[in-house]
T-cell receptor, first 113, second 112 residues
Framework: DGGITQSPKYLFRKEGQNVTLSCEQN?????MYWYRQDPGQGLRLIYY???????QKGDIAEGYSVSREKKESFPLTVTSAQKNPTAFYLC????????????FGSGTRLTVV | SQQGEEDPQALSIQEGENATMNCSYK?????LQWYRQNSGRGLVHLIL?????REKHSGRLRVTLDTSKKSSSLLITASRAADTASYFC????????????FGQGTILTVHP
């Protein structure tokens, strides 16, 4: 079955650590996105990529980094520069033709300990 | 912020009743989409309405779009307990195949 897989489901980070969240899709989608969701709030865009080896900053990119070396993969690194990283992180992908909207992964919940 | 507003923030109804959620946005759009999120899960795409459309139906869902008022509404008819979830609108501004801007969401609770 085609889909988008995020791992791990839960992640704990110590102060000063970098952590990487995985996002893999087998839908042959060109575009991939990372969103952050805080309790009771909507989704805010961190980074997005419309093609391999290219990506753009979203609304809240500070303290995050990404890479897009393969079409299927769009990992997100939460760096120590991100001062408030505790949140629910969602990865999504889409076709160039937007009739079908985004397909989302099941999310990674990151907690700073 | 380019995020839109959703109204109401929370809605509680009985099974069988209709649920209406509203969404306003700030910029011009190419299309507007509605998504559903069960607690602690990813979002699921429900329906997309293009800027040149005024109304669209999908099963028990009815979406309207008023570009002059920069607003949209989602109607769920004959609601079921399984419809309990958060509902988000998202707009794709300017170009197609672009990033979505999400609203704050409406928490819908349907009581059996």
């Amino acid at each position: 079955d085609g889909g988008i897989t995020q791992s791990p489901k839960y992640l704990f980070r110590k102060e000063g650590q970098n952590v990487t969240l995985s996002c893999e899709q087998n839908l042959n989608h060109d575009a991939m996105y990372w969103y952050r969701q805080d309790p009771g709030q909507g989704l805010r865009l961190i980074y997005y990529s419309q093609i391999v080896n290219d990506f753009q900053k979203g609304d809240i990119a500070e303290g995050y980094s990404v890479s897009r070396e393969k079409k299927e993969s769009f990992p997100l690194t939460v760096t120590s520069a991100q001062k408030n990283p505790t949140a629910f992180y969602l990865c999504a992908s889409s076709l160039r033709e937007d009739s079908y909207g985004y397909t989302f992964g099941s999310g990674t919940r990151l907690t700073v300990v | 912020s380019q995020q839109g507003e959703e109204d109401p923030q929370a809605l509680s109804i009985q099974e069988g009743e209709n649920a209406t959620m509203n969404c306003s946005y700030k910029t011009s759009i190419n299309n507007l989409q509605w998504y559903r999120q069960n607690s602690g899960r990813g979002l699921v795409h429900l329906i997309l309405i293009r800027s040149n459309e005024r109304e669209k139906h999908s099963g028990r869902l009815r979406v309207t779009l008023d570009t002059s008022k920069k607003s949209s509404s989602l109607l769920i008819t004959a609601s079921r307990a399984a419809d309990t979830a958060s509902y988000f609108c998202a707009n794709a501004g300017g170009t197609s195949y672009g990033k979505l801007t999400f609203g704050q969401g409406t928490i819908l609770t349907v009581h059996p």
